[in-house]
């Protein structure tokens, strides 16, 4: 596996001269983000580098082709991914560098939003996720770090790369202790995503999860636009998988009254 220290030469030696690396952005649970700029087209892409533990016990082959699967995907409201490959060991992908905040980045500076703004982007978030499942193709991760808002629009980011994951793991069954924090994205056994915005399903790691744990995601995400906050806020991972799968969520109009 690539060291953290050297991971940014190796990536820049396996991307050779077709990619620039400019700088690191950071990155969450699943992975370091990069910004690199196209030698040949000059446009600015960004780079994600798997964390090794994530990476542990995936075959690259099968990440690559769930990922050129996604990679199909084109739409107004889906950012679509360019590329897939290895850097010593650690899986990555490529895909076009959005310029906007996360739609996690406005709700904590802004709270809950107007019930207009929050239909509007419910709403193309929806049209974003109709259109990528009738190719085929679920998210299993979609929460608002994975929603990119550019021009005042929804744009859906990392499509394809949860169920990438999920399909790429070696071994392993059913659903096993969570890790991460509630909103970072974790491994349930088989079943991989974010325990806050988890369809009672996908935790239990069941096997038959297709994409209505999406439009789960996407009711999750409409009641935190609206309440400020997720139905089963400031619990633990394990606490939150629990609460999916046996509890009803609070009244939206308690809070929102």
């Given at each position: ?15 050779g ?18 910004v ?7 446009r600015?892409?960004?780079v ?6 994530l990476?542990?016990?995936?075959s ?26 290895d ?58 770090e ?5 021009g005042g ?10 169920k990438?994951?999920?399909s ?9 202790d ?21 369809a ?10 297709d994409?209505r ?10 009641y ?13 991972p ?9 509890q ?10």
């Open positions: 596996m690539a060291a953290p220290t050297d991971l940014r030469e190796q990536l820049q030696q396996t991307l001269t077709a990619y620039a690396l400019e700088r690191e952005l950071g990155g969450g649970g699943m992975s370091r983000v990069f690199a700029r196209d030698a040949r087209l000059g600015r892409v960004v994600k580098v798997l964390h090794p533990d990476a542990a016990g995936l690259a082959r099968r990440f690559e082709r769930e990922v050129a699967l996604a990679a199909r995907l084109q739409h107004p409201h889906v950012i679509p991914l360019l590329s897939a490959g850097v010593g060991g650690l899986p990555y992908y490529t895909m076009p560098f959005v310029e906007g905040e996360t739609l996690r980045a406005r709700l904590a500076r802004d709270g809950a939003l107007p019930v207009a703004d929050a239909v509007r982007l419910v709403r193309e978030l929806a049209d974003a996720l109709g259109y990528a499942h009738g190719q085929g193709v679920v998210h299993r991760d979609l929460k608002p994975n929603v990119l808002l550019s629009h929804a744009v859906v980011a990392d499509f394809g790369v949860a990438a994951l999920a790429a793991t070696r071994g392993g069954s059913g659903a096993a969570a890790v991460g924090d509630a909103t970072g994205t974790t491994a349930l056994g088989m079943a991989v995503g974010t325990p806050a915005y988890m009672p399903e996908q935790a239990l790691g069941d096997p038959a999860t994409h744990a999406d439009l789960y995601a996407l009711g999750v995400i409409a935190e636009l609206l309440a400020g906050a997720p139905p089963f806020a400031g619990r633990t394990q606490q939150l998988v629990a609460a999916h799968v046996s009803p969520p609070p009244p939206l109009g308690a809070a929102r009254p």
